[in-house]
């Protein structure tokens, strides 16, 4: 009896913690006063990249010093769209990777939505990706919503 409820414990915490992330980001964002095409125009190219860690950046400088910095610039340009954090828990140091998935922005005059859709990340990493990925958008459409045409 005791093997078999912590079986049922087990699977249930599986599952739960499986039905938690999804690979989907989905947020309107409301941008009064901009028109469809002036959104996509100031939004840009779908392409979302919250920055480089402190960690890639230090082993970039310390691969320039020692001369091997060439080699990464060797290795081709970068194939997918997403950068985001993929640390394994959100206290512990910002691991920033590029990651496989699709961008999608879909405008109306006034409001923009975007749509996130990650293809291989899987594990903890997942849920710090997404949140990594909502505040770099919340900041990006709270600039555009400073923006106007009186410049």
């Known amino acids: 009896m005791k093997k078999l409820l912590t079986a049922t414990a087990l699977v249930l915490a599986a599952t739960t913690a499986q039905a938690e992330v999804t690979g989907t980001f989905q947020k309107v964002y409301e941008v009064p006063n901009m028109t469809a095409s002036e959104i996509k125009e100031a939004f840009g190219p779908t392409m979302i990249d919250v920055g480089q860690d402190g960690m890639s950046k230090f082993q970039g400088v310390m691969n320039t010093a020692q001369g091997t910095g060439w080699l990464n610039s060797l290795a081709g340009g970068q194939k997918t769209n997403i950068r985001c954090d993929i640390a394994v828990s959100s206290f512990l140091p910002s691991v920033n990777e590029w990651v496989e998935g699709d961008v999608i ?7 923009a939505r975007v749509t996130v859709e990650l293809k291989d990340l899987h594990g903890p990493g997942k849920k710090t990706c997404i949140s990594s990925i909502e505040k770099h958008l919340d900041t990006r459409f709270a600039s555009l919503k400073k923006l106007d045409n009186n410049w």
């Not at 922005?105 to 409001?111: I, Y």
């Open 105 to 111: 922005l879909q405008t109306k005059d006034g409001r």
